[in-house]
């Protein structure tokens, strides 16, 4: 106790070059970007390429930046859980907590530039490509200042500006409009890559293997992420597919498994696969990850798995426990840091969702807006014309 | 007289009429169409007489028609040439087919972001040479010759258009895009309005559907019915020359999704087209031949069938009023509700299935808006609703031909 106080007061002089960072939180810990070599836990598995170096080389920073991203993210998915059961949120709800690694390791070996496109678990990828949390939960809850204008829901988040495409409801189909983008970049020169994500139910559709077809005729710079965890909603990968080896999938298209829990890893992989994307095509990622609520809202996630195999996978693979351990032993951060920072957190994380809750609806003029572009100063009408009436910008 | 207005490259302001929204006191009626909604920055073959107000029938009549039209894988039909025939300075002759692949040269070269992707339009140069010679010119990229995989490469396009891209994806016969359905419906229609506006789908979706020469039913469907309902899309039919590489090139140009629709066995009609560059309005009608007594709405190739059967009528003392509706969504009913007002009859013919097809939405449109304004139920001649059998025989009687459309007319001109 008194050697903590101790630490904390001789921190204090430290303060003044740590408060240059962006974030509110009043931080005392290193924030050094030192690189640092760590090893991942869990060796790749390639097929038909090498694998990447279990080193990965990362910095305090770095990590810290992992603990709390993935940290708001896992909030804003239990925030969301409750407004959920609170009847504030509608429809189906996909949450993503469990699989926080993957978005926030992607994001680490990637730029702005580079494009994501995901499926309808998007909450934590929009956020990782920089959406706001108070936009997001507006779009949850239907309002005007939410993402997609309310127009969208939880399945359709997007952000043009930060190329995240999406937020799509249908499984795999996104998967083509992934090699789309991935087209666009080459017919453009971007020198960028597109990520596409899908999961172990979505690697059954045929729309992948045209897809995956296609990307590697042309080239494509086109990385396929397939987040295996393990259920297509109800359904277990070793009753759904007959090699639930996605890497391996792609037969002529290279392949990697990745331990998706580790940010980390994610990061080396993701990082690798770009590199490969550009040079030779694409390339698939199986990250190995889990989900602990069920598919979306309305399933439990307990009729088709035991509630001992999610505790089990939560107290030896989550993966902001393994980060945290990361941070303490590493003497990047101590334990009651690391809690005020997720106490922060769960302050922001409430912020956001009040203020999302004041926010207004839609008025019903929306109801027509963005149906076709540019639309002229014409006047629009439903199709009872006396009762709704807007005229577009 | 001549209502063609020059295409933007030629900037001639003076004689163009902007875009005008849809005045709602003009309409006595109310209308039911959602929106009359035009795209920007093209200019459309408008009035002429230089006042700045919303299509006034009066105009037309002056409109763009068919001077001559020499058809030959179809029935023998000459439009009437009745109507004025737009003065043209110069022209050239050719084919539907070239036309379309005129149009997409043209904007091909304006704009780089144009590409074309779909089976067999490079290397073959298009199953029904509509992009003949345009891979060796603008290279593989640009024109995609794309594995039989209809859902991804029409995903492909549309993922493509989000970035800024504008693909033309063609499909090598309509029926094959049922595949792409998911992609057409929930992606290339809906992500404009599901982003709040963030992604435009620029995306024109074009192919040769209708029932052709004893093709066999599965390559002989009619998807303009199956597609009228996914919001977020324009569906447009060309039938002309002249109006297919208007409408391809409006298509191109136009920020959303376009679903151009072209007939098997129009391809080779013979008309001649001005030299100038031109555009068509996507939400426009076309007054094939102004009359009095009975308003006939087609489009496509039944065009031609109502035009053979108006030959007859004029013999027996009728005087149908034609028209091409052009837009299949959304419909004109600027135009078609002057034309009711004015002959208080309407016949609709198409080629599309009975059951819910366009002509079933016309009717009901039709009926909604412009009820007062009809002496006689709104009839609708379409085909019939059976899979389109091989037999010649057979296949003739599906579709509706000439003979029919007169003992419609008859019959509703008692």
Not at chain 1, 235 to 240: D, F, H, L, M
Request: charged share 20%; glycine share 8%.
């Amino acid at each position: 106790m008194a050697l903590s106080r101790l630490s904390s007061r001789s921190n204090t002089f430290l303060k003044p070059a740590i408060t240059a960072l962006h974030s509110p939180i009043r931080r005392h810990v290193s924030t050094d970007t030192s690189p640092i070599t760590i090893e991942t836990a869990v060796p790749f598995t390639s097929h038909l390429c090498e694998s990447p170096s279990r080193s990965v080389e990362t910095s305090s920073e770095e990590i810290l930046a992992f603990f709390r991203d993935m940290a708001q993210m896992r909030r804003m998915e239990i925030a969301a859980d409750s407004l959920y059961k609170a009847k504030l949120i509608r429809g189906f709800c996909h949450l993503y907590d469990g699989q926080e690694a993957l978005a926030v390791g992607m994001e680490a070996a990637i730029t702005k530039k580079d494009a994501i496109i995901t499926s309808y678990r998007d909450h934590c990828t929009f956020i990782g490509r920089g959406g706001k949390l108070v936009d997001a939960f507006s779009e949850l809850m239907g309002r005007k200042t939410g993402c997609s204008h309310g127009k969208g829901g939880s399945m359709h988040f997007y952000k043009k500006d930060a190329s995240f495409y999406g937020g799509h409801g249908i499984v795999g189909a996104q998967i083509p409009l992934g090699c789309g983008l991935a087209f666009a970049q080459k017919y453009n020169k971007d020198e960028a890559v597109t990520f596409v994500l899908y999961g172990d139910g979505a690697a059954n559709q045929g729309q992948l293997f045209e897809a995956l077809n296609i990307a590697a005729l042309w080239d494509l710079p086109a990385i396929l992420v397939c987040e295996n965890n393990h259920y297509g909603m109800g359904t277990a990968t070793w009753r759904s597919a007959k090699s639930p080896a996605y890497f391996k999938r792609g037969d002529y298209v290279p392949g990697l498994k990745v331990d998706g829990m580790d940010a980390l890893a994610v990061k080396q992989a993701c990082k690798f696969a770009k590199e490969h994307a550009l040079k030779n095509g694409p390339i698939i990622l199986e990250m190995d990850t889990y989900r602990y609520h069920g598919h979306s809202m309305s399933d439990p996630g307990s009729t088709y798995r035991t509630r001992d195999e999610i505790s089990g996978v939560r107290q030896v693979r989550d993966p902001i426990e393994r980060v945290r351990k990361l941070l303490l032993s590493h003497d990047i951060a101590t334990e009651k840091e690391l809690k005020d920072m997720e106490k922060e957190i769960r302050k922001e994380v409430d912020d956001a969702v009040a203020q999302a809750k004041e926010s207004p609806v839609p008025d019903s003029s929306e109801l027509f807006t963005n149906m076709y572009v540019k639309d002229c100063g014409v006047e629009s009408f439903g199709a009872d014309r006396k009762d709704l009436k807007v005229t577009l910008p | 007289m001549s209502a063609i207005l020059q295409g933007a490259g030629a900037g001639a302001a003076a004689a163009l009429t902007p875009f005008n929204s849809i005045d709602s006191n003009k309409f006595v009626a109310p209308s039911r169409s959602s929106l009359s909604v035009r795209s920007k920055s093209y200019i459309v073959a408008g009035s002429d007489d230089g006042t700045n107000k919303s299509f006034g029938s009066s105009s037309l009549i002056a409109r763009r028609s068919q001077p001559l039209m020499i058809p030959n894988a179809v029935t023998a039909t000459k439009a009437d040439t009745a109507a004025s025939s737009t003065s043209l300075k110069s022209g050239h002759e050719l084919l539907l087919y070239e036309a379309l692949q005129e149009g997409l040269e043209e904007e091909m070269d304006r704009d780089p972001h144009v590409c074309v992707m779909g089976e067999d339009v490079g290397h073959y140069g298009g199953s029904y040479k509509v992009t003949k010679g345009l891979a060796d010119k603008f290279g593989d990229l640009r024109v995609l010759d794309t594995p039989i995989c209809e859902n991804a490469f029409t995903g492909m396009g549309i993922g493509a258009a989000m970035t800024g891209l504008r693909p033309i994806i063609e499909g090598m016969n309509m029926g094959f895009l049922l595949l792409a359905f998911n992609q057409i419906s929930n992606n290339c229609g809906m992500l404009h309005y599901t982003s709040g506006g963030q992604f435009t789908i620029p995306v024109v979706i074009r192919g040769p559907g209708g029932v052709g020469r004893q093709l066999g039913a599965e390559h002989s469907q009619r998807l303009e019915s199956y597609f009228q309902s996914i919001p977020g899309i324009q569906m447009v039919a060309c039938s002309t020359p002249y109006n297919a590489k208007g409408l391809m090139k409006a298509a191109i140009r136009s920020e959303n999704p376009v679903i151009l629709f072209e007939h098997v066995l129009l391809y080779n009609l013979k008309e001649s087209i001005p030299d100038e560059e031109y555009i068509c309005n996507l939400e426009e009608a076309e007054m094939v031949r102004p009359g009095e007594h009975i308003t006939i709405l087609t489009y496509s190739r039944m065009r031609y069938h109502v035009m053979q059967a108006a030959k007859t009528l004029v013999n027996k003392g009728y005087d149908p009023e034609v028209i091409d509706i052009r837009s299949l969504k959304p419909f004109d009913l600027h135009t078609i509700g002057n034309s009711v007002k004015k002959t208080h009859r309407v016949l609709i013919v198409e080629e599309c299935m009975r059951t819910g097809g366009i002509g079933a939405s016309l009717t009901a449109a039709i009926n909604e808006n412009f009820h007062d304004y009809l002496d006689a139920p709104v009839m609708c001649l379409s085909s019939q609703d059976v899979p389109t059998p091989y037999a010649g025989t057979l296949e003739e009687w599906t579709v509706v031909q000439p003979a029919q459309i007169v003992t419609a007319v008859e019959q509703l001109c008692q």
